[in-house]
């Protein structure tokens, strides 16, 4: 595609349910990123996925949070039994490739509200 | 511990004016370092990268070790460049990004 696609663009859910949200990088990237955007805040690394497999997960917040991706594609992020404080802009990037100056493509979020 | 500071979380000037936000980095290694914008209703993007030694917009950047600086910097700011500034460093060779937590500049007429 053109750029990072994220869906869904917004999604209001209620305290304890399951979410997932989903990133479709561009085509040939395969370095994949989410980050997490809460209001005010500035961007917090959630996850980092180099092909299929993630070598640092170090910003997840808790064991509620997972993700996975397929194909050297698509990634999807997962938020169990979510808490108010799941609240924020969830922002995925995608890249060539790892460890270079290469510049991170963002979607435009995917807005998850809380109640 | 690596992390980013950018101290003003606003900053407003008129047009014409200089402008410069402020990034203070803490890194151990050898870091790299960019700036991303947000502009309204974009997505956020790359605007430069320190290795790069670019003007973008007429935006520049200097590395200072030193310091641990890496201030974005502008001598005649325009309305256009009204957006969310964000510092970032490049932490280790696994290429994963911190940022600051912005700096929102406006420019006004």
């Known amino acids: 595609g053109a750029g990072v696609s994220q869906s869904p663009s917004n999604k209001v859910t209620e305290k304890g349910k399951d979410v997932e949200l989903r990133c479709d990088p561009i085509s040939g990237h395969t370095a994949l990123y989410w980050y997490r955007q809460r209001l005010g805040q500035g961007l917090e690394f959630l996850i980092y996925f180099q092909g299929n497999s993630a070598p640092d997960k170090s910003g997840l917040p808790s064991d509620r949070f997972s993700a996975e991706r397929t194909g050297e594609s698509v990634s999807t992020l997962t938020i169990q039994r979510t808490q108010q404080e799941d609240s924020a802009v969830y922002l995925c990037a995608s890249s060539l490739a790892r460890g270079t100056a290469l510049p991170l493509h963002f979607g435009n979020g995917t807005r998850l509200t809380v109640t | 511990a690596q992390r980013v500071t950018q101290p003003e979380k606003l900053l407003s000037v008129f047009k014409g004016a200089p402008v410069e936000l402020k990034c203070n980095y803490s890194?151990?290694?050898?870091?790299?370092l960019f700036w991303y914008v947000q502009y309204s209703r974009q997505r956020l993007q790359l605007l430069l990268r320190?290795?790069s030694r670019e003007s973008i917009k007429g935006f520049t950047a200097d590395l200072n070790k030193g310091e641990t600086s890496f201030h974005l910097k502008k001598p005649f700011a325009q309305e256009e460049d009204s957006a969310m500034y964000y510092c970032a460093l490049k932490r280790g060779s696994q290429g994963n990004l911190i940022f600051g937590k912005g700096t929102k500049l406006s420019v006004k007429p």
């Open positions: 320190h290795i």
């Open positions: 890194y151990s290694g050898s870091p790299e």
